[in-house]
């Protein structure tokens, strides 16, 4: 009888369970913002930005950089956005050795001036810096003579 009793309490408490399972927040998510448009936040709406000076798999913001812009690092991204999946993200070492998700390639970023969820005081700083516009960003190469490059681009 006890077992049976168990056997109906497991069975009861099961959608509970798979519930709060499948309730999980994703890591990256996409906000809309009017002038902005769909971009990358963290699961607490804080807005990521990417850097026109790095390059695929690159980082160029180093030192006193870092404390404007610090990097963005989550050890495996859950996103159920259908703008993006699990292959857009990766993971590069610093050169201070520490580790940077990056999505399409690009080192991700925070904005230290950016204080609440939904804040994006970062994008469009200095003509380099830019909200991560998942629907937007693609990787393009751009041809020099005898070289050719791969760049971000939000066109």
Known sequence: MKKIQLLIGMIA?????????????????????????????DAN????????????????????CLEKWPAFFNEAILSADPEMNSSDFGTIIRPD??????????????????QVRGDTKGHKANAAW?????????????????????VGTTD
Not at 58 to 63: D, F, I
Not at 97 to 114: A, E, H, N, V
């Open 13 to 41: 408490a099961m959608p509970l369970v798979l519930q709060t399972a499948f309730a999980t927040p994703p890591d990256v998510t996409v906000i809309y913002k009017a002038g902005v448009g769909n971009y990358l936040a």
């Open 45 to 64: 709406g804080r807005t990521l930005y990417w850097s026109k000076k790095d390059m695929p798999k690159t980082t160029k913001c180093t030192g006193a």
């Open 97 to 114: 050795g520490k580790k940077q998700t990056t999505f399409r390639g690009y080192p991700l970023y925070y904005y230290k001036m950016d």
């Open 130 to 150: 830019f909200a991560m516009l998942p629907g937007k960003f693609h990787l393009v190469e751009k041809y020099y003579t005898g070289n050719s490059t791969t």
